[in-house]
């Protein structure tokens, strides 16, 4: 099962200082677990 979402990036400012996030793509993986009664 692939469920699509949509997410952005929040750099810190460091990060935007050092230059350490650059545009692109990525991907990313999420566990979840589902319980019901």
């Known amino acids: 099962m ?3 979402l949509q997410a952005y ?3 810190e400012p ?6 350490g996030i650059v545009e692109g ?3 990313a ?3 979840f677990a589902l ?3």
């Open 29 to 31: 993986t999420a566990t």
């Open 2 to 4: 692939v469920i699509a």
């Open 14 to 19: 460091a990060a935007k200082a050092n230059q």
């Open 35 to 37: 319980e019901y009664q």
């Open 9 to 11: 990036v929040q750099a």
């Open 25 to 27: 793509a990525f991907t």
